[in-house]
Structures are given as C-alpha cells and as structure tokens.
C-alpha cells in the first residue's frame, strides 16, 4: 500500500460504512508493528468491531496485541469516557455543595451531549498531547462511518470557535463546564490535524459509485478544513476468473465503471487498490494476508452450514401495511443497505394507496439520489438536515425563551446556543417529531448508522427521565418519542445486515440494546446475499458458503422473523428497481 511510504506519525482511515476501513486500519497498524514501530491504533466508532477484527479484548486503555509485539490497540468508548469526564467535573463538588445542587448538576451531564464532549476531549488527549502518546512512533486512527468521522474531525474547530466567542464561560447544559481549561490541548489538536507532516487521512471505498462518491464528499469538506495530505484506498476490487459465471462478470464490469466515472479530484489522489478476498480479515493471520489475491481459495463444504435460507423481503410488506399507519426503523451498521431497505419498504407501501413519509436521520444519507428525482402518489421524502434543524431550534428559542429577556441576558443565551450541543438537541427534536408523524400516516426513517443511532436512543431515555420529573418542559413529541417507540404496534424495527461477521454481530449488539429499552425488533432483513445465486468463481463460491454461517446464526439464534434480498448488479435507483427489489423472487439453483 503507498500510503505506508509516508512517515507521518499520524493516519487516519475514514469512509462510508461497510467499506472496510477497520481491516485496512489494522492491517496497516500490523505491517508499521512488523517492521520495528511501536504502533498505537485507536477506534473512535461508538460501534466498534476492533476487538472482533484483531480477535483481543479492548478497553478504553491501550493494551498489547499479542501476536503482534509493538502494537497496541484501544476502544474510545463514548460512555466510560462521559462517566470519567461526569465525576471528573462534579467529583469536587461531593459534600461541599448541597445533595440537591450535586444532582442538579449530575443530571446535566447525564445527556449524549456529555458523550460527545468526553469522546471528544479523550480524542484530543490522545492526538493533541504528545506525552499522551509518547511511547509509541505511529497512531492510527479507525474512524466512524463518515458522517459521525466529519463531526468529530470539525469539533476541533467547533470547541475553540466556541470558546474564543464565550466570554462569558456559560454553557448551554452544562457539560461545557470543563473545556475552558482545555483550549491549549484543543488548539494543538488542530495544528496535529492540519500539519502534513504529522497526518495522513486515507480514504477507503469499495469500487461503488455510492462509497466513491462518498469519499468525495469527504476529501471536500476535510481539504476545507486543511486537512491533507490524502490518499485513496479502493478495497475489494473483484477480477473474475471463470468467465462463464455471469454474477462474476457483472461484479467485475460494476466495479470497473465504478472506477472509471469517480470524481476527478478523487482521482487525482495518489491511490492504493487491494483485491476482493475470498474470506474475512479477522485475527491477525488473515490481516497479514490483506492484498493477496485468493483466486483459488474455496471453503471447503460443511453441511453443518446448510440451511433453508428465509424467504425475500417482500414476505414482510402485508404485516407492515396491516396497522395502517405508524413508524418503521430500518436500523444496522453503516453500509448495510438501509436506505435502499427503507426506500423499497416506503415504496412498496405507497403503491397500497397508504400514505407514507420517508425521512432519514443519518447525517451521510443519500436518500433523495436513491430515487432520481421522480414521485409517486402518497409518497413524501425528506432528510432531517442538522444544520437547518439547528437554525429552526435557534430561532425558536430566542424568540420563545429569549422574549422576555433583556439585552444582556439574550446575548448570554445567544452564546449558549452556540455551542455543538445545540445541533444534538436539535437534530433529537426533529427525530422525535418525525417518529409522531406516525399517528395518522407511516413514517419510513432511514436512520444513522448503530452507534449514532444507539446514542440517539440513549438521548430519548435521558429525555424521557427528565420529561417524568418535569414535563411541562417538553413538547407532546418528545414527551411520546419512547413510549411510542416502545409500542410494537406503532413501531416496526427492521434490522439490516449484510451476511458477514461483523454486521451481524454488531446487529445483535443492537438488539440487545433496544432490548434494554424495551423495544422488540420487528424483522432482520439480511441484504446482499450471493447465496441465493448460482455463482461458479472460486471467490464467490468461498463468500457464498462462508454467507451460510451467518444466515444460520440470524435465522435460528438472532431473529424471530427473517427475509434475504439477493446481491444486485447496481444498488436500485428510481422507483420501478425499488418496486422490483420488493416483487422479485429468489431465484435459486438446485
């Protein structure tokens, strides 16, 4: 890979879920490890799957990856983060101020806001304090999906522009209490970001025009933050070789024209290209064989494996329409498919005559392209746009809260709304409304990827807590959002995977999460499935019936109810592939 000729001490690998960036990230950590360095790798997803990928125990400290002498490897893990950040800002009030003001103040930093503030300001500890770090010559950064990775890399920016407006040192919750005597760590935060010297950022992609154009979208607004020098990782790139299988030879043209029509800036990018493996990269064996084609690797058959795969998504659609109205959540690991799942669902419905919105919650959505500007009867499409709910919520407040107040007192307010924290609080507020539209319609809600999402949900608790002890404060929708994503007759979670290891695995984490909230999934949707095809290329023999041990473990550990959609040449674009993704049968082979 050239990117591992540079020698910044510093490399950051982001790109659209599902892409591969874990796997790249390690092997990269693994081959700088094997040649002498001292390597720390870091994953900042509130999801993470590094401890399955490098098959060690992870915490939020560094800890010694034993097979590969000189790595080490950590988790940033957002709530033991928040809960060391919480005692650190209200531990020295304990018996000095009353037990009423110390759970005033506990209660302030109970939201998702103290989440991203403490993930953040671990983050920064580690890039922005040299000693933080200093026993190690490489840190290697494993991102979220994009859209979480772009607000964690501008809150950089966004803290200090913040706290150099603030002069008053107020916070809109509380949580901002401590960053004051941050701003020297943050600054240099910021410098380490920007210095080529010091940072690489590695784009990685599959040879898709969705993840490709997501890169490009990335590459964009990171160069506008100063943010280089970049280089391009396209992972996966399948070379048939039975030329007589016509899936081989589809995969392969798609992947070609992927290639050919990128951006051009995207292009230009000094780039790396690594084949498509017959199995996964998991444990530190498979990672050093990342890039290695595999052209002859077939699993061997075990009969263990062999089960009755689930009928198609369009088994699912009669029990979804039968309520009449009400939400349904296609939820999963970024890259999975949720929204093509959600748009097919929404469309699907829409041709019943009923009336349906379908919106999303995910920050890198790419919903309205999905349908390439055409319409249909009952059907209304939007996207919940951070920035725009954060303008609504601003205005709303400073013309509600901000009336009465005088001169002073609204500058004082204007600050607080300032902050970062303003946009979660609004973009949650705009959630909860979505989810109430579905008293008298179906809402469809493509929503973030699982960890974004799993934080979005913790938020509706916290607010929830907060709404039983003084509900006055709260409107109807957030004061609903949890019993009535808690109602299964209201909502329906569909949980989209692909059928490899660490979707599904990351799924289940999910549902027991919502489990715990008392939400009980509806459905798993298992996407992009080759086993229901007749493929002959060794690679994808080998995918097909490693596909079979995950399918297995959805069907008859995970789920209560299952559906496949069979891998497509193209991800369905405009209504009448939307319909056909729902009408289509499987098409099996003896």
Avoid at 52 to 74: C, H, I, N, W
Wanted: with cysteine; hydrophobic share 45%.
């Amino acid at each position: 890979m050239l990117f591992l000729t540079r020698s910044t001490r510093n490399f950051f690998f982001t790109g659209k879920g599902g892409v591969g960036k874990t796997s790249v990230a390690c092997a990269t950590a693994i081959q700088f490890a094997d040649s002498g360095k001292r390597v720390l790798l870091v994953s900042t997803d509130p999801a993470s799957n590094l401890d399955e990928v490098l098959d060690v125990d992870l915490g939020p400290k560094p800890t010694p990856v034993g097979q590969v002498p000189g790595l080490s490897a950590m988790n940033l893990d957002p709530k033991t983060a928040a809960a060391e950040y919480r005692e650190r800002m209200v531990g020295p009030y304990r018996g000095v101020l009353p037990p009423t003001a110390v759970a005033s103040m506990e209660e302030q930093f109970s939201g998702s806001c103290t989440l991203e503030i403490a993930a953040f300001d671990e983050f920064s500890r580690i890039l922005g304090d040299p000693q933080a770090t200093a026993q190690f010559d490489h840190v290697i950064f494993d991102t979220a999906p994009t859209g979480h990775t772009l607000r964690l890399l501008t809150l950089p920016s966004a803290w200090s522009s913040f706290m150099a407006h603030n002069s008053t040192g107020t916070s809109c919750l509380g949580p901002l209490a401590g960053l004051q005597t941050q701003q020297a760590l943050y600054q240099s935060t910021i410098m380490a970001l920007r210095d080529p010297s010091r940072t690489t950022l590695v784009l990685v992609s599959r040879p898709e025009s969705s993840a490709l154009r997501e890169a490009d979208r990335t590459r964009e607004e990171l160069s506008a933050l100063g943010i280089l020098p970049q280089h391009l990782v396209i992972n996966g790139i399948f070379l048939a070789t039975d030329l007589n299988d016509s899936v081989a030879m589809s995969m392969q043209t798609r992947a070609q024209q992927a290639i050919d029509s990128m951006p051009a800036a995207l292009c230009s990018l000094p780039r790396s290209s690594l084949p498509l493996a017959a199995g996964e990269f998991v444990g530190v064996a498979a990672l050093r064989s990342l890039g290695v084609p595999q052209v002859n690797a077939v699993l061997p058959v075990d009969p263990r494996t062999s089960i009755d795969l689930p009928p198609t998504i369009a088994s699912l659609i009669d029990d979804l329409a039968r309520p009449g109205h009400g939400v349904i959540l296609a939820m999963g690991k970024g890259g999975v498919g949720k929204t093509t799942v959600a748009a097919a669902v929404a469309v699907a419905l829409a041709e019943r005559g009923l009336r349906i919105h379908l919106s999303t919650t995910d920050p890198a959505a790419h919903l309205v392209s999905t349908f390439s500007g055409e319409s249909l009867p009952h059907l209304t499409i939007s996207c919940i746009d951070p920035m725009s709910e954060t303008r609504r919520y601003t205005a709303e407040v400073m013309s509600t809260a901000g009336a009465g107040l005088d001169e002073t007192a609204r500058a004082l307010l204007a600050e607080d709304l300032r902050s970062p924290c303003t946009e979660e609080i609004a973009v949650f507020r705009a959630f909860a409304q979505a989810v109430a539209a579905g008293t008298d319609q179906f809402v469809v809600l493509d929503t973030a990827p699982t960890g974004h999402t799993i934080l979005l949900l913790d938020a509706a608790m916290a607010y929830h807590r907060e709404v039983t002890r003084q509900s006055a404060q709260m409107s109807e929708a957030v004061e609903q959002l949890l019993p009535r994503l808690r109602d299964p007759q209201f909502t329906r979670v569909l949980v989209v995977v692909l059928p490899e290891g660490t979707p599904v695995h990351e799924a289940a984490s999910l549902q027991c999460d919502l489990r715990r909230a008392r939400i009980q999934p509806f459905a798993w949707v298992i996407n992009q499935s080759l086993s229901p095809l007749a493929v002959s290329d060794p690679v994808l023999v080998s995918r097909q019936w490693q596909e079979m041990r995950y399918i297995r473990e959805v069907v008859q550990s995970l789920a209560d109810r299952t559906s496949i959609i069979p891998w497509r040449i193209n991800t369905p674009q405009g209504i009448a592939e939307l319909h056909e993704l729902i009408s289509s049968q499987l098409q099996m082979e003896p």
